[in-house]
């Protein structure tokens, strides 16, 4: 099996995001799109269980969720602002979790100012019908097993520095501002049981 790189040149123009600060991103990505392919082969060539198809076994997972993170992230994002209807079942479970959602909101956006570089995730948990905020210290460490990640915010440097140097706090509003609420909803809809 080959993974295939998405095009998200539809993004670039993005309020808020250069188009260097994109392309670059892109660039990157592409590049965990490649090394996912690559650790595959290589598990496929390699005897299993010897020490090198261990490290490359573990490897495939950083990889991995590199490229399925980015692909989550660029998704959520979109050209023009959105809002999530209050009314929306998505909206209901966030002012249940937070009080409201603006509240969820904030809590995300303080979750994703936390000194450290990693991912701020949505997460829906779809046994207990909840909803959390998830940091991910790197692409493999910190998932909530079971949970379904709804949005999904890079806060590695990579992400901002070119636009933002190290304001970590404006790169946020921007990203808030470029929510495609429409795709978490539907991430939503498809999570529940």
Not at 111 to 119: D, E, P
Not at 141 to 155: E, F, S
Not at 157 to 178: G, K, L, S, V
Request: charged share 20%.
């Amino acid at each position: 099996m080959t993974y295939q790189e998405q095009n998200f040149t539809h993004l670039l123009g993005t309020p808020g995001f250069s188009d260097k600060l994109l392309t670059t991103h892109f660039g990157l990505y592409s590049g965990y799109v490649k090394n996912t392919n690559k650790a595959l082969e290589l598990l496929q060539s390699l005897a299993a269980g010897t020490p090198e198809w261990s490290e490359v076994k573990r490897r495939f997972g950083w990889e991995f969720n590199g490229m399925r993170l980015h692909e989550l992230y660029f998704e959520n994002l979109g050209k023009k602002k959105t809002t999530l209807g209050e009314h929306t079942s998505l909206s209901k479970l966030m002012v249940e979790a937070f009080g409201s959602a603006q509240k969820c909101q904030d809590a995300f956006v303080t979750t994703g100012k936390m000194r450290g570089i990693g991912w701020v995730i949505m997460a829906y948990d779809s046994v207990a019908k909840k909803i959390f905020h998830v940091w991910i210290n790197e692409h493999d460490v910190g998932h909530l097993a079971g949970t379904v990640p709804l949005l999904v915010l890079d806060v590695f440097e990579h992400a901002f520095i070119t636009d933002y140097n190290m304001d970590r706090a404006a790169y946020i509003t921007a990203f808030i501002n470029a929510i495609d609420w429409d795709v978490v909803q539907k991430r939503f809809e498809k999570a529940k049981p």
